[in-house]
Nanobody, 120 residues
Framework: QVQLVESGGGLVQPGGSLRLSCAASGSIFRINAMGWHRQAPGKERELVAAITSGGTTNYADSVKGRFAISADNAKKTWILQMNSLKPEDTAVYYC??????????????WGQGTQVTVSS
């Protein structure tokens, strides 16, 4: 059994910052990649940022220069630091990871989602 638990969402004014955290727990052998997606009302879920176990990062064009993803492989946690937030960043943010279990296959796992609202 593997679980991803997110924290850190909330309401922030435009131009503000928020920090999202995700922690993985359970029968984990290895985490290959970690990331964050978001889904705004009426829109499809989209990739925000991702990081491999080797530290290679990837960002959506809309967040480059404003968001930063980092990970602590030993602690099985990863962070999304969001700066200069805009109203269009409002969405439910989901952490995700590709995880190989101690016994079992490698597959993607998802957190439950955390709401981020950017509004004055």
């Amino acid at each position: 059994q593997v679980q991803l638990v997110e924290s850190g969402g909330g309401l922030v004014q435009p131009g503000g910052s928020l920090r999202l955290s995700c922690a993985a727990s359970g029968s984990i052998f290895r985490i290959n990649a970690m990331g964050w997606h978001r889904q705004a009302p009426g829109k499809e879920r989209e990739l925000v940022a991702a990081i491999t176990s080797g530290g290679t990062t990837n960002y959506a064009d809309s967040v480059k220069g404003r968001f930063a993803i980092s990970a602590d492989n030993a602690k099985k946690t990863w962070i999304l630091q969001m700066n200069s937030l805009k109203p269009e960043d409002t969405a439910v943010y989901y952490c995700n990871a590709e995880i190989r279990q101690i016994i079992g296959q490698t597959r993607p796992y998802w957190g439950q989602g955390t709401q981020v609202t950017v509004s004055s």
